[in-house]
């Protein structure tokens, strides 16, 4: 059994449309000119570095951008949809793999499979056409009688899928506490994780409700700009890696996980350190905690954490103490930043044995050569949000992925 990182691929339609309310990033940089041939790059450029630690890598695919049938359905098509819809149905947001599905490794569940739940993302109307096209994917990734994967949890229960679940456990392949971490409606943004769909969750995965916590995310992080409880927290192997001002109860949060799990590492950052509003621009804690093979864990931080000096400050001081986590990685992600996801954001944790999944969504590094390829010659080099009406852009921009399937061998998908 290995973790397995699947890291959304960077779509050739990425822009700014601004279309998420209370993720502070996006709307700061509504209408500002994307590169989704360099934001793709980044991405790729990261999946090297994890695979240059000795991590498991893999990958899953840009969604079909625009979205016809979406448009179809709303009884319109591309041309003379409005402004918002065709911003809506251009969205590249599919890259945030953290937001694809809720897993839960076989070792938790009661059936010993694999499960995973794709997230039905309906609090925004961009994200809320998702689905379809994940399942497609996970379907054929996970063929394999090793997992379950079920369709997404019906409205009005929103579910954002891993970005808001979190497992504790003595090693990967071993039993875990799952955690998953909801929000309560009444703040200035949406609380777009509901406790519903999480309980749905956990029941259609067969966990064991004894090592199953439900936690409710602080107001005030949700307030701030922490639409996912991802950015506020990560967890890894014994590791819990928090702001202090996380969780809405956090006290009974730890008490709660410290009784089921004594060994627990409880990492918390303080307020007095870093505020929230730090954590939050700089994605402190939407990093990726890893297990490299040499044992030790790394955390990958986007740039923006280096620059920031109280956060970069506290990490240095974390790695030079006694603290779980024994090195930093930086990654250049800042495309993706601008738009709200963070190195975490951008891939989805599987616990699985790699050879019982289809072999065309890992990569190594001479497959990311490939996808390389690809994105350097059909990538657009920039989209203003101005021009998504263009229709030499549109074309541009389905060519690319259907150049890309094609090189995977995965023109299924189309
Ligand atoms: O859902 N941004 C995404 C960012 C998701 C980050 N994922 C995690 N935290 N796991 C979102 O808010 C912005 C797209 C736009 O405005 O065009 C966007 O959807």
């Known amino acids: 059994m290995r973790e397995i990182n699947f890291d959304g691929i960077v779509g050739p339609s990425h822009n700014y449309a601004g279309l998420s309310p209370g993720n502070l990033a996006a709307t700061r940089n509504a209408g500002h000119v994307a590169h989704p041939r360099a934001a793709a790059l980044q991405g790729i450029a990261k999946m090297r570095a994890n695979l240059a630690l000795g991590l498991v890598q893999g990958i899953l695919l840009p969604h079909p951008r625009p979205d016809h049938h979406w448009l179809a359905a709303l009884a319109t098509d591309y041309a003379r949809a409005a402004p918002h819809l065709q911003a809506r149905a251009l969205s590249a947001s599919a890259m945030w793999a953290a937001n694809a599905a809720t897993v839960s490794p076989a070792a938790d569940s009661g059936d010993g499979r694999c499960h995973l739940t794709v997230a039905n993302l309906m609090t925004m109307p961009h994200r809320s056409h998702e689905w379809p096209a994940t399942l497609a994917q996970l379907r054929l990734a996970f063929a394999d009688a090793a997992f379950a994967v079920h369709e997404p949890i019906p409205a009005p229960f929103g579910d954002e899928g891993a970005a808001n679940h979190m497992r504790l456990c003595a090693a990967h392949g071993a039993p875990g506490v799952e955690v998953f971490v909801y ?14 769909a999480s309980e749905a969750i956990a029941r259609a995965h067969r966990l064991d409700p004894a090592r199953t916590l439900f936690v409710e995310q602080s107001p005030a992080a949700i307030a701030a700009g922490a639409f996912h409880n991802d950015v506020v927290a990560v967890a890894n192997e014994r590791t819990l890696f928090a702001h202090e001002e996380a969780f ?44 490299p093979p040499g044992g030790g864990q790394t955390l990958i931080v986007p740039g923006e954490a280096r620059d920031n000096p109280r956060v970069w400050d506290w990490l240095q001081s974390h790695v030079s103490g006694n603290g779980p986590i024994r090195a930093v990685e930086v990654v250049d992600v800042r495309e993706s930043m601008a738009n709200g996801g963070g190195p975490a954001c951008l891939r989805l944790r599987v616990v699985a044995d790699p050879a019982t999944i289809d072999p065309r969504f890992m990569v190594d590094d001479a497959k990311l050569d490939r996808i390389a390829a690809v994105i350097e010659a059909r990538w657009p080099e920039a989209i203003a949000v101005e021009s998504i009406g263009d229709t030499a852009l549109i074309a541009r921009i389905e060519e690319a992925r259907r150049a890309l399937l094609e090189v995977l061998d995965l023109a299924v998908l189309a």
């Open 183 to 196: 929000g309560e409606p009444g703040g200035p943004f949406p609380a777009r994780q509901h406790r519903e």
């Open 248 to 291: 809405a109860d956090r006290a009974g949060f730890y008490a709660r996980l410290r009784a089921l799990m004594p060994e627990v590492e409880i990492v918390e950052v303080p307020a007095s350190r870093v505020s929230l509003d730090d954590a939050i621009r700089s994605y402190l804690f939407n990093a990726q905690l890893v297990s």
